[in-house]
Nanobody, 126 residues
Framework: QLQLVESGGGLVQPGGSLRLSCAAS????????IGWFRQAPGKEREGVSC????????NYADSVKGRFTISRDNAKNTVDLQMNSLKPEDTAVYYC???????????????????WGQGTQVTVSS
């Protein structure tokens, strides 16, 4: 079965850290840009970060720049999102997606990603 599976979400206090992981099953991540986006209740989906196939190019939403870091390990077929200095407004369900470009993964082009994960909840609260 071809799928992405996210893990690492949870409850954390403001200022804390979490590390999300996105693992591919049934296909090789090497040929895909991988990105993270999030959706909070009542809000539109927001692209958070994306990393190119080689890992040589990354981009971040302004809201997370300097706090989040995306990385990939093609040998392990995983992409991680290190989230530091978390704020209550980071609370959302976080999803990873795979596509042929970061534009597709983050939804800035009409095409849809090839694969999606089921999401992992991140709650930042004291």
């Amino acid at each position: 079965q071809l799928q992405l599976v996210e893990s690492g979400g949870g409850l954390v206090q403001p200022g804390g850290s979490l590390r999300l992981s996105c693992a591919a099953s049934g296909f090789t991540m090497d040929y895909y840009a991988i990105g993270w986006f999030r959706q909070a209740p009542g809000k539109e989906r927001e692209g958070v970060s994306c990393i190119s196939t080689s890992g040589g190019s990354t981009n971040y939403a302004d809201s997370v720049k300097g706090r989040f870091t995306i990385s990939r390990d093609n040998a392990k077929n995983t992409v991680d999102l290190q989230m530091n200095s978390l704020k209550p407004e980071d609370t959302a369900v976080y999803y990873c997606a795979a596509g042929s470009s970061c534009g597709i993964v983050l939804g800035t082009t009409p095409e849809e990603p090839d694969y999606w994960g089921q999401g992992t909840q991140v709650t930042v609260s004291s």
